[in-house]
């Protein structure tokens, strides 16, 4: 190709093929390869949101941006302002990569304590909930992890 580099023209080349090669066998066309002289993005720390009463045994997913593989993941249970965790161990169902390791899927289910006042049963009882959830996510450039 006149007025291209030779290492330019090759990267062209595997995506032109790659593109090719997912049409004929219905598979979804892969990103375009990066260029070798692009340094690669250190991996980054990704908090999702908070998810309040998200400690419920429902799976939960925050995904990496654009272009990015999981590395690495976990989560972090709170309780909301005014209430404390329950005394129960924290039961995980999930926590690893999603299937196609695009962002980390946590279902955890832990419950707040029940709030006491000095006459038992008083205005000062709730009935306890789930916890709250954030999850925290490690997301790179590099090739996909854990198995996907």
Request: net charge negative; hydrophobic share 35%; proline share 11%.
């Amino acid at each position: 190709m006149p007025g291209t580099t030779p290492g330019k023209t090759s990267v062209t080349c595997a995506a032109l093929v790659a593109s090719l090669v997912a049409s004929l066998f219905g598979v979804a066309a892969t990103a375009p390869a990066v260029a070798a002289s692009d340094p690669p993005q250190p991996p980054q720390h990704i908090a999702g949101e908070l998810i309040r009463g998200g400690a419920d045994g429902r799976p939960h997913q925050v995904f990496c941006p654009a272009m990015q593989h999981v590395y690495s993941g976990g989560f972090e249970i709170t309780a909301p302002r005014g209430t404390r965790l329950g005394p129960e161990p924290t039961d995980v169902l999930v926590d690893r990569p999603n299937d196609n390791a695009t962002g980390w899927i946590v279902a955890v289910h832990k419950d707040l304590a029940r709030r006491k006042s000095s006459r038992d049963g008083g205005p000062g009882m709730h009935e306890p909930g789930p916890a709250d959830l954030t999850i925290h996510l490690v997301c790179s450039d590099d090739t996909m992890s854990h198995g996907a």
